[in-house]
């Protein structure tokens, strides 16, 4: 199948001229030509624009060249159509604002306003400081977009092959770990002068890779002294077994999500809830994404806190996502104010272990949310009611009624009494600081969960 190529009247007319051969009108050069004491010939800049165009394109092949690529990718294609649709509006805004306040050398003096003249002419450069930050704005893209491409490119979890990129890392880092103490072993060797210190540090250079035109600038660095000391410097060490340890962990990670599936569940809104009906909340692991759907527009201020909370819009499925990961449910929680659970008898298929059962309660570490001025501590709600606490409205429960929030001032002390009262001990409890806590967005803890009073 041939390649379709438009022409340059079918660019115009899509409105792309700086993708053309020729790229400027006659209509747009004269208007040019009319307000400049240097005129320039159409041709000329048309094809002064499409060699800068096409120059641009070769550094950027040149830049990914080095980082192993022989083509140009289509994220750098488009930021180089960017660059060439900025540098094109920045040549229209000078026509447009020598236009709008021409210079006196064309015009002469005029019987305008002083105020009125100023106006235009601060018009005028604040059209053409305003290209010319576009065009500063597209070559930043471009920039970045063929950085991501080199050897600090960042890997993403949403690449098929994450885990091998990250073999592919760590075993680079795990042969410059190997090199540099073998190197530094050599260095500190007592029982040896400098000449053969030098002979075994080349051979193990090249060894690892090193290209002898960079040998001997390689093998000067390391007898050169650095912080104190010769041969790799400590922090480097330090840094790469940080390196190290972080791409194991990581790989781990991504390991055992490849045995995880797609989970939805269904939560209701509450009394305090920032939105209304039943929203539909999905841990996508297709997408590598986690998502929430709501069944209308949840109104700004919702909008707002799923956006401070690293959630973003998604038009072409109707939802507000973001990555998966460890904090993915829990960001959810926080901007929603109210706790996920999904399916327990789904969990427990994902798992071909037993569920465990729960500690003693004398064995259990509860959790103390502090909150800007407040504090709850979580506990379940069949333990205060196997206590016999009665707990006030001030406290909260989560939308399954299975965990409550006791607040400090009286139902945290009146739980902590009768756990003393029938175990022995305090309850051991672990202090969790969230200023900007969900606790006080769930409902209030129901009365009808107490036990009746006996009446005298």
């Known amino acids: 199948m041939e390649k379709l190529s438009l022409s340059p009247l079918h660019l115009h007319a899509m409105n792309l001229p700086w993708l053309s051969e ?68 920045r040549f229209v805004a000078v026509v447009r604002a020598r236009e709008l306040a021409p210079g006196t050398y064309l015009t002469g003096a005029s019987n305008y306003r002083k105020n009125f003249t100023e106006r235009k002419e601060a018009t005028a450069n604040n059209l053409e400081d305003k290209a010319r930050g576009l065009v500063t704005k597209a070559e930043e893209k471009l920039r970045l977009a063929i950085e991501r491409y080199g050897s600090k490119a960042l890997i993403s979890s949403d690449d098929p092959d ?165 904090n993915a449910q829990y960001a959810a929680e926080q901007a929603l104010g109210m706790t996920i659970q999904f399916d327990a008898a789904e969990e427990a298929a994902l798992s071909d272990d037993p569920e465990p059962e729960p500690p003693h309660p004398t064995q259990a570490t509860f959790t103390k949310i502090n909150g800007a001025g407040h504090g709850w501590l979580v506990v379940p709600v069949a333990l205060v009611q196997a206590l016999g606490v009665n707990v006030t409205r001030c406290s909260h429960i989560s939308t399954d009624q299975k965990t409550a929030y006791l607040e400090e001032d009286k139902d945290l002390k009146a739980f902590w009494l009768a756990f003393e009262a029938k175990f022995g001990q305090a309850p051991l409890y672990k202090d969790d600081h969230q200023p900007n806590t969900f606790v006080p967005n769930l409902s209030s803890y129901p009365q009808s969960l107490n036990q009746p009073c006996e009446e005298n």
């Open 22 to 89: 020729t790229p400027f009108t006659a209509d747009l050069i004269e208007r040019f030509n009319h307000l400049t004491m240097h005129p320039v010939k159409l041709e000329e800049q048309n094809q002064s624009f499409v060699d800068q165009r096409q120059a641009e394109q070769q550094i950027a092949l040149k830049r990914l060249l080095r980082f192993g690529h022989s083509t140009i990718p289509s994220d750098v294609q488009t930021c180089l159509n960017w660059v060439a649709k900025a540098r094109y509006e």
């Open 162 to 326: 994450a885990v091998e990129q990250l073999a592919r890392k760590l075993e680079k880092c795990e042969q410059l770990q190997t090199l540099m103490k073998a190197v530094n072993k050599v260095v500190g060797a007592k029982k040896l002068d400098r000449p053969t210190k030098e002979a075994q540090v080349r051979v193990l250079l090249v060894e690892a890779g090193c290209k002898e035109d960079n040998v001997d600038s390689k093998v000067s660095s390391v007898f050169e002294t650095t912080h104190g000391e010769l041969g790799f410097p400590k922090y480097k060490l330090k840094n790469n077994g940080a390196e190290i340890r972080r791409l194991k962990k990581r790989i781990e990670e991504l390991r055992e999500r490849e045995n995880d599936v797609t989970r939805t569940v269904d939560i209701s809104a509450t009394e305090n809830s920032l939105f209304t009906g039943t929203i539909t909340v999905t841990d996508n692991v297709e997408e590598n994404r986690f998502q929430i759907e709501f069944p209308k527009n949840p109104g700004k201020e919702m909008c707002q806190t799923l956006g401070q909370h690293g959630f973003v819009w998604r038009p072409s499925e109707s939802v507000w996502q973001r990555k998966r990961g460890p």
